[in-house]
């Protein structure tokens, strides 16, 4: 009840977009019939529990008092056993105490259905097997240098279906590698990869020539900063939120990361500035502010492999030129590795692998890449419009008077 409620609120845009206001109600109304049907069953077999075994408590007094009552006006014996007034009132207490601790279980009845199905999804989630979890001798990884290596690697969410085929290159300490390609090609596969969100079915991931899967997740991961294009902000300070991935950093080392992520820019108009609290997933902020916070929550972090998935996809031209001045900050003296689908802020990389199908299909170069006029050309051209009479390209490879179509996904 608690999931159809939630998934209705959380959904109240889409629904009012699409005018399923009234659908909506019905397949609440329905959730709901449901529910009070079945906590009305549960109720009424709690309810009748209590009297029925209050009633098998009278009648067992009542087998005892007759059963007695007989005897003692007999012959004095029950079954050969010689039976007096006093045992049988021992036996009269004895049915009442022992039909007590049974009435109040019978109370207790609800709470103890309950527990046990809550206790059977909590523990079905503890017994969850992990996924990716450290090997008995695994090491601290020491401080990275930013050599990522990637060797005949193959991956896979379900068995028998790759994701990744035979994927091999390498990231020199520094350099930017941006990974481009269609939806479903395997861009994030390999990120997730690095960090070892999962494990490789085949060849090697390695960070300063040190396979991932020998060092502890922690030590590994300690090193990384990751922008995601949907930023997750908690329901604190702006202070505490860009200090997550660092919670002993001071207060002037904060500032100082909003300043080169041009966060501070915002932060200092809102009302308590960097103590005014976010609301649920950072609601009050725009998605570029959000995105701003979330690039200096990795500038604090100070990682010497950075990882950027979309960062700039969701916001607005001006926001992303805001953001990409950020980034470029951000980016001097690291190994990064950039997902884009604006072609256009990736120009600059050090190396450009295009994905289709699992596999790298073309490296280099903008320019290089450009002048090969392959599938990375076609991807490079369909989000521009041409203009008739127009040429091709500048010396750096950036298009003449293309007009920006929007983004290709």
């Known amino acids: 009840m608690n999931a159809e409620l939630q998934e209705s609120i959380s959904s109240v845009r889409e629904v009012q977009a699409f005018n399923r206001e009234e659908e909506n109600i019905e397949q609440f109304q329905v959730a709901n019939a449901a529910n009070r049907d079945a906590n009305v069953r549960a109720v009424s077999f709690t309810a009748a529990l209590a ?11 009542a087998i005892v008092t007759v059963a007695g009552g007989l005897a003692l006006l007999g012959n004095g014996t029950l079954f050969g056993t010689v039976i007096s007034l006093g045992l049988v009132i021992t036996f009269m207490g004895y049915v009442q105490r022992f039909n007590q601790p ?12 309950n527990a ?5 999804r909590i523990f079905g989630l503890l017994d969850e097997p992990l996924q990716v979890q450290d090997v008995p001798n695994a090491v601290d990884m020491p401080e990275i240098k930013g050599r ?49 969100f999962y494990d490789v079915v085949d060849g ?26 949907d930023t997750f902000l908690f329901s604190t300070t702006v202070m505490e939120n860009i200090r997550f991935g660092r919670p002993d950093a001071t207060d002037e080392e904060v500032i100082a990361a909003a300043k080169l992520s041009n966060a501070d820019t915002f932060i200092e108009r809102l009302e308590k500035k960097y103590e005014t609290v976010l609301g649920e997933r950072g609601s009050g902020l725009s998605q570029g502010q959000r995105q701003l916070i979330s ?39 690291r190994t990064s590795f950039v997902i884009a689908h604006r072609l256009s802020t990736i120009r600059h990389a050090d190396q450009l692998l295009v994905l289709d199908g699992g596999e790298i299909i073309e490296r ?46």
């Open 148 to 196: 990522v290596e990637f060797k005949n690697v193959t991956a896979q969410y379900e068995t028998d279906q790759p994701v990744l085929c035979n994927v091999n290159f390498t990231a020199e300490p520094g350099q930017t590698i941006a990974i481009v390609g269609p939806t479903g090609a395997g861009k994030t596969t390999i990120i997730n990869l690095i960090p070892r």
């Open 102 to 113: 049974i009435q109040q279980i019978s109370i207790l009845w609800t709470n103890i259905q």
């Open 364 to 409: 280099g170069k903008h320019d290089e890449l450009l002048a090969k006029k392959g599938f990375y050309y076609d991807l490079y051209m369909s989000q521009f419009r041409r203009a008739p009479g127009v040429g091709e390209h500048r010396v750096d490879g950036t298009p003449l008077n293309l007009n920006p179509s929007p983004a290709v996904n």
């Open 204 to 229: 090697q991931v390695l960070v300063d020539g040190m396979d991932v899967r020998a060092v502890r997740e922690a030590s590994l991961r300690s090193q990384i900063g990751i922008v995601l294009q």
């Open 116 to 120: 046990v199905a809550g206790a059977e």
């Open 295 to 333: 690039i200096a929550r990795a500038a604090l972090a100070n990682p010497r492999i950075l990882i950027l998935d979309e960062a700039t996809s969701s916001v607005d031209t001006r926001t992303e030129r805001l953001i990409q001045k950020a980034l470029e900050e951000l980016l001097k003296g």
């Open 51 to 61: 009297p029925t075994l209050q009633a098998l408590g009278y009648l067992g007094l």
